[in-house]
């Protein structure tokens, strides 16, 4: 349904007769991976009139000119600007240690969508993939305040996500994007419950619910 919705744009922007399908139809559905949004369709009005074009191929290698097709179509380009091989990397590559000894990501488990399991004193972001990522940075802020302050005032000094069970896991995030992919089988993305509080939510209601109003001390946060 939204493919078919998305798809419509470009067909009544391009001019009677383009490609669409092969330009504009993506094999991945809405929100498998990004959408990109074109301001005012200056995009299409610039192939219109001939002054953009698009080619849809897979890059063999770079040559003296340009770049080779696998189809063996050479385009002859000034610039080319690279937008593949992005690396995932999570927390920003900060190196963390417990006890001098560093986890595995591999191992780690994603408490409320901000927190690893038995890593005391941390917090981090992951953003929505079906909204705004900022959306979900404002609620794991106000959260991690009210966190601060409960533990503040019961005179303590950590804080741990813990669990006395073991924990069913599945990948921390369902993108089928090559980046996201490459990270899972690098072994280098923590994964998340399939349960609560170790599921991630892709829901704003339900987490500006429960991260707003919810209780801090759930059973599973540990104080010292």
């Known amino acids: ?109 994603v408490y409320k969508g901000m927190m690893i399991k038995d890593v005391p004193n941390f917090v981090f972001v992951v953003g929505y993939t079906n909204a705004s990522w900022t959306l979900k940075a404002d609620l794991a802020s106000s959260y991690f305040c009210r966190l601060i302050k409960e533990t503040e005032k019961m005179n303590k000094k950590m804080f741990v996500a813990k669990s006395d069970k073991p924990i069913d896991t599945e990948p921390l995030m369902d993108f089928k994007s090559g980046y996201v992919q490459r990270a899972i089988r690098s072994g280098n993305l923590p994964k998340q419950g399939t349960k609560a509080p170790w599921k991630l939510k892709q829901n704003y209601i339900y987490d500006a619910l429960t991260l707003n109003y919810g209780k801090i001390k759930d059973g599973y946060l540990k104080f010292f």
């Not at 330009?23 to 074109?38: A, I, S």
């Not at 080779?68 to 690279?82: C, P, R």
């Open 1 to 109: 349904m939204m493919k078919k919705f998305f798809i419509k744009s470009p067909v009544k922007e391009l001019s009677k007769g383009y490609d669409v399908a092969t330009h504009f139809t993506p094999k991945y559905n809405p929100w498998d991976e990004r959408l990109c949004v074109v301001p005012e369709g200056d995009l299409f009005k610039a192939i219109n009139k001939g002054k953009a074009s698009v080619v849809t191929a897979h890059i063999d290698t770079f040559t003296k000119e340009g770049i080779l097709l696998e189809t063996g179509e050479e385009l002859k380009a000034d610039i080319i600007v690279t937008a593949t091989g992005l690396e995932l990397q999570m927390i920003g590559g900060i190196k963390m240690y417990i006890d001098d000894i560093e986890p595995d990501p591999n191992d780690a488990v």
